[in-house]
């Protein structure tokens, strides 16, 4: 089993930032990606971000260039830099842990809210 847990969610003016964490345990040997996916009222979720264990990143069009996606192996900790944040970005964010197809784990998810 992995436990997945999200923070560094709020509410921020639009063009402003805010980074999310999302620290993993538990059997993390076997996830061979990580990521982030978010959640509007009344929409789809949709990836946002993605890295693997080689380290090969992946954005939504949307988010390139404004977001960033990194982990620290040391701490076992996956962030999201969220740079220049509009409006259309609020949403809740949920951390992804991926093992294989049909088989991954989800954060509890952490709400961002960017005003404008």
Same mark, same amino acid.
């Given at each position: $089993?992995? $436990? ?5 969610? %709020? ?11 999302? &620290? ?5 040997f076997?996830?061979?990606? #990580?990521?982030?996916?978010? $959640? &509007? ?12 264990? %080689? ?6 069009d ?19 830099? #969220? ?9 809740? =964010? =949920? ?9 991954? =784990?989800? %954060? ?9």
């Amino acid at each position: $089993q992995v $436990q997945l847990v999200e923070s560094g969610g %709020g509410l921020v003016q639009a063009g402003g930032s805010l980074r999310l964490s999302c &620290a993993s345990s538990g059997s993390i040997f076997s996830i061979n990606a #990580m990521g982030w996916y978010r $959640q &509007a009222p009344g929409k789809q979720r949709e990836l946002v971000a993605s890295i693997t264990k %080689g380290d090969s990143t992946n954005y939504a069009d949307s988010v390139k260039g404004r977001f960033t996606i990194s982990r620290d192996k040391d701490k076992n900790t996956v962030y999201l830099q #969220m740079n220049s944040l509009k409006p259309e970005d609020t949403a809740v =964010y =949920y951390c992804w842990g991926w093992v294989r197809e049909s088989y991954d =784990y989800w %954060g509890q998810g952490t709400q961002v809210t960017v005003s404008s």
